[in-house]
């Protein structure tokens, strides 16, 4: 076992006996390959994260953070060094192999919500369940459920234009957990909205995770938010320089 993996387990008690969701080893990033301007912006990133863990990735801006999200999320591709998800290898996966992993093994909650106007909030959560295929009677009854669960049943047929910033969030917390994903993926997801609302958004993180058992990754820059989480990673300048417990405690 390495340092960090003994720090780690040491971190989170049994986190050595839960199976992994992100492992990651040697993730490098650089752009512009092969050019005078070649630019690395992840060094050698070592990242294991287990099942049930509430992780939260904190760094200033320029550290890295949003290029290890997307490495994390599969939506770019390392440099160099391997990535498994869930015990899938990311780093052979094709583009429509990549596509499928996206939709099935990761929720992604952005700050900006990201929903589908002209849609009301149901379909908006249906829509995961629609590229997996899921018979419209199952995705709509999962949808409704959701819904409900984040406080949003009577806010269904609302179009993002008829919402609040933290209802759309609300809602795009429900889309996120549409598949049952192993891992939800969370930037910045506070960082539009004030800040009772953005207690609302993390109660219902908490709810997911000790309730439902939930992976969650969560991106932010506020440190507050970040210590509430079982692990918090710092990132600087593309290498994670500290891994440490947080409080691990839901204080809603």
């Not at 969701?21 to 005078?36: A, F, L, N, T």
């Amino acid at each position: 076992m390495s340092n960090q993996d003994k720090e780690r387990s040491g971190t989170v008690p049994g986190a050595e006996d839960r199976r992994p969701i992100i492992e990651m080893q040697g993730i490098r990033k650089s752009y512009y390959v092969g050019q005078p301007g070649e630019l690395e912006i992840l060094h050698g990133i070592d990242l294991t994260v287990y099942a049930g863990e509430f992780v939260a990735i904190v760094g200033e801006s320029g550290s890295g953070k949003s290029t290890l999200m997307n490495m994390i999320g599969a939506l770019d591709r390392p440099t160099a060094g391997s990535y498994f998800l869930d015990g899938i290898n990311v780093e052979t996966a094709r583009d429509q192999e990549l596509s499928a992993i996206r939709n099935k093994k990761i929720g992604f909650v952005f700050q900006t919500f990201n929903l589908i106007g002209r849609q009301s909030a149901l379909k908006n959560v249906e829509l995961p369940m629609l590229y997996a295929k899921i018979p419209v009677h199952a995705r709509t009854a999962r949808a409704r459920e959701l819904l409900g669960m984040v406080g949003m049943e009577d806010r269904m047929k609302h179009q993002p234009s008829e919402l609040s910033g933290g209802q759309k969030q609300r809602v795009a917390i429900a889309r996120a957990m549409a598949n049952d994903p192993a891992l939800i993926l969370a930037d910045e997801p506070t960082g539009a909205l004030d800040s009772a609302t953005s207690r609302t958004v993390m109660d219902i993180f908490h709810q997911l995770h000790e309730k439902e058992g939930k992976t969650i990754v969560l991106i932010t820059h506020n440190p507050a938010l970040a210590d509430e989480c079982e692990r918090v990673l710092t990132l600087l300048d593309g290498c994670i320089i500290e891994d440490r417990k947080g409080r691990g405690v839901h204080v809603g």
